[in-house]
């Protein structure tokens, strides 16, 4: 089993910036894909972004130049950077982590964008 712990959600206004940051526990060494998904009202989830194993990043085109995700490894804790927030980012932010069998998701947190 992997526990993922979410933290940084909040209200902002459009044009600011939160760091959500998502902590892994358990087994970890099955993970090899980590990351974020957003769910607005009414919407599918979707993929924001996700780093690999080997470090590389997928962005979701609508975030791409805003968002950075990294990670610590010897905290096993992947980061969300978001600047120049906008208020269609407006979402519950879900942390994500998968192994090649299992997908596991953290309890969401929530991000909010005033116009």
């Known amino acids: 089993q992997v526990q993922l712990v979410e933290s940084g959600g909040g209200l902002v206004q459009a044009g600011g910036s939160l760091r959500l940051s998502c902590a892994a526990s358990g087994s970890i060494s099955r993970i090899n894909v980590m990351g974020w998904y957003r769910q607005a009202p009414g919407k599918q989830r979707e993929l924001v972004a996700v780093i690999i194993s080997g470090g590389n990043t997928n962005y979701a085109d609508s975030v791409k130049g805003r968002f950075t995700l990294s990670r610590d490894n010897a905290k096993n804790t992947v980061f969300l950077q978001m600047n120049s927030l906008k208020p269609e980012d407006t979402a519950i932010y879900y942390c994500?982590?998968?192994?090649?069998?299992?997908?596991?998701w953290g309890q969401g947190t929530q991000v909010t964008v005033s116009s």
């Open positions: 994500n982590a998968a192994s090649l069998s299992r997908n596991y």
